[in-house]
């Protein structure tokens, strides 16, 4: 059972470039999220869904798009990248809202 | 809103010692509480959550926390602390209308032999 899985795993952008990062979680868990962590400022929500073709903003979206197409997939996706976007980011899901959320082991990715 | 309080970035403890980890919490609705553990290069992973049961929560690994309504805490602790225990360490409350997770800024422990 793999769990959170996200893709890739490191990354180095340079500034103004696109990519797309890819959450999977094989528990068909309805919620699922998307977090930055920075030192010192714990996890920060940019943006998360509730169901298969919802999607709603966090605590930080600004600069950053998401999609859940398919239940199992959230992509998170940087259209222009800025160096203020390097950042370790982590996926969670959960199965519903009582329940804890299960993270990925995060992307890491520095944008130059 | 809901906000969570860790107090001390970092918490030092000698192997063996009592570990205590500080968390607050606000919130307008009857908390979900949860306490999780960061590796080094690793995601969160659960020790433990309070969902209204018993006030005292055991976990993974020896950890266990109280809540206490009066006090708006739930401190996480541990009799003897490992070598392995040294983390970085979350507390989250449910959001309002329990969609999201808050967090808190972290804690991390280093345990000295």
């Known amino acids: 059972n793999a769990g959170v899985t996200q893709t890739p795993k490191f990354r180095v952008l340079k500034t103004g470039q696109s990519m797309t990062l890819l959450c999977a979680q094989d528990?068909?868990?309805?919620?699922m999220y998307w977090y930055r962590q920075d030192p010192g400022m714990g996890l920060r929500l940019i943006h998360y869904s509730v169901g298969e073709g919802t999607t709603a903003k966090g605590e930080v979206p600004d600069g950053y798009n998401v999609s859940r197409l398919k239940k199992q997939n959230f992509l998170l996706g940087l259209e222009s990248a800025a160096p203020s976007q390097t950042s370790v980011y982590f996926c969670?899901?959960?199965?519903?809202?009582?329940?804890?959320?299960?993270f990925g082991d995060g992307t890491r990715l520095s944008i130059l | 809103a809901q906000s969570v309080t860790q107090l001390g970035s970092h918490v030092s403890v000698s192997e063996g010692a009592l570990v205590l980890l500080r968390c607050n919490y606000s919130?307008?609705?009857?908390?979900?509480l949860f306490w999780y553990v960061q590796y080094p290069n690793q995601g969160l992973q659960l020790l433990l959550k309070y969902t209204s049961a018993a006030t005292l929560v055991k976990g993974i690994n020896g950890f266990e926390a109280e809540f206490k309504k009066s006090e708006t805490s739930f401190h996480l602790t541990k009799p003897s602390a490992h070598m392995s225990d040294a983390a970085e360490y979350f507390c989250?409350?449910?959001?309002?209308?329990?969609?999201?997770?808050?967090f808190g800024t972290g804690t991390r422990l280093l345990v000295s032999p």
């Open positions: 969670a899901s959960r199965i519903d809202s009582h329940q804890p959320q299960h």
């Open positions: 989250a409350v449910t959001s309002q209308g329990f969609q999201k997770l808050v």
């Open positions: 528990m068909n868990h309805e919620y």
């Open positions: 919130s307008s609705v009857p908390p979900y």
